[in-house]
């Protein structure tokens, strides 16, 4: 109504409005675009957040402090830096095993397009990502972290030059003064790509989606309250068991269509449109493959 006295309350809600709808109802779209991508892009980032708080609140409590003094979150005094970067160390290491559990399921790796009470057994031609290869690392990574760091990296090779040539170039030797540093490799065999996937999905749900509970908790605090809810006993509502999961489904869809989705148009999908059109556009449809082949 825009009525004099009220503007600032109105445009209030109207803002808390907008930030509720993008905080559901846009995220609800982009889990749902990732379910019928393959319950694995659905699984495997929640399963993953849910580490990363479960393992955050152990480290903080074990090593909460011991370490590093300063406080990490102003507003939420319980957090720690030890906490934050246990949590993030611990879902890297979730992350690179369960992928590979999770890629030997074809309930989890096969898309579907289909919603049913009753689901069948689902059988599909494998993403490539979901077979185990032989993968090797580009050394431009390595370069850009210390040496001695990279070393400690299991399977990790330095190659050297011999005598400065950068065409000889060999495994290096300790102390052998003709050898050179050129890069490192490192290769990987019987590795699923998706869990390389998985590493960059970890980091994420590790270093930024940990922001969204941020988010929540400065919401609760503004408001003088202590939970969203008290559904769960003790541990608040829905919404404070997700709040984290706030960031999570967008950043998967937006890494699966970025680098996984090798293509815009399947067959599945083809089919799914086909079905969609009227008797007519169905007889022309046919009628232009034919001629076509």
């Known amino acids: 109504t825009m009525q004099t006295g009220h503007i600032k309350f109105q445009l209030n809600q109207l803002c808390w409005t907008i930030v509720v709808l993008m905080l559901t109802v846009g995220q609800i779209k982009y889990i749902m675009h990732n379910v019928y991508n393959g319950l694995f892009w659905f699984a495997l980032p929640i399963l993953l957040v849910v580490t990363n708080d479960i393992m955050a609140y152990f480290s903080g409590m074990t090593c909460g402090r011991k370490f590093i003094h300063r406080p990490f979150i102003t507003f939420s005094p319980n957090k720690t830096w030890e906490g934050f970067i246990g949590g993030g160390i611990c879902t890297m290491f979730t992350g690179w095993y369960l992928s590979r559990f999770l890629a030997q399921f074809t309930w989890m790796t096969c898309p579907t397009n289909q ?39 299991p399977r990790i090779v330095e190659v050297c030059a011999v005598d400065g040539d950068t065409d000889h170039l060999t495994a290096c030797v300790s102390g052998e003064v003709s050898h050179t540093h050129h890069h490192f490799e490192l290769i990987m065999k019987d590795v699923y790509p998706v869990q390389i996937h998985a590493l960059a999905l970890a980091l994420f749900a590790s270093l930024v989606a940990p922001f969204g509970g941020f988010l929540a908790s400065a919401i609760k605090r503004a408001y003088g309250i202590k939970d969203f809810d008290s559904i769960i006993p003790g541990h608040g509502g829905v919404m404070d068991r997700t709040d984290c999961q706030f960031l999570m489904a967008l950043c998967t869809w937006v890494h699966y269509n970025t680098f996984v989705k090798m293509a815009t148009v399947s067959v599945p999908k083809m089919i799914y449109m086909y079905k969609m059109l009227s008797q007519s556009e169905q007889m022309e449809f046919l009628e232009k493959i034919k001629n076509l082949s």
């Open 115 to 153: 919603f049913t009470f009753y689901p069948e057994p689902l059988e599909c031609e494998l993403d490539p990502i979901f077979h185990q290869s032989y993968n090797i690392f580009p050394p431009q990574i390595f370069e850009l972290l210390p040496h001695a760091l990279v070393r400690m990296i």
